[in-house]
């Protein structure tokens, strides 16, 4: 059951991120901008994530904390895929993606460690496996459903609330079938 519930909270974090990687230019590129800027705009969100992605890591490993880092993460990129599409053509959406992209990136250095905190040996290896095989379907569904509802809207707006959606759920998944991690992990202190 929780090799299940950690596959349905990847599948929903990897469709809010592909929804996102794959459609992130053509977003930017609705401010107007040459291809070359908006090219160069399109790189600030995933600076931005990159650096939450290590300082959300180092906060989830110092605290030893999984369960609400991973929450946390995962509402803030569903706040944040939610200001875009509410903020709309404006460069404030280049801020809230940002905001989506610290909550995306940090939510997986928070998710990746619980397999391992209840599986071991061979089941942690073809539970480890079947999160992945689930979870990356996300991978197809995220830009298959944002494409369509960009085609059928001529709008972004509706796309990025399904992502919002999808990570809203990946944090209500986690909120009621994580167990609390504090103080179960071998993580040494430094």
Known sequence: RRVLALSMIYFTSVTASYGINFFLP????????????????????????AIGLVLWGYSSDRRRERRWHLIAATCLCAIGLFGVGWLGK?????????????GIYGSRPCFWPMPSMFLTGTAAAAGIALINSIGNLGGYVGPFIVGWIKNSTQSFEMALYFLAGCAALSAVIAYFSATSTRGNENIERK
Not at 30 to 36: A, C, K, M, P, R
Not at 90 to 102: D, E, G, P, R
């Open 90 to 102: 404006s460069y404030w959406s280049l801020a809230a993606m940002s905001v989506a992209m610290i």
């Open 26 to 49: 053509q977003i930017v590129k609705e401010l107007g901008q040459s291809n070359l800027v908006t090219g160069f705009l399109s790189a600030i969100p995933y600076t931005i994530g």
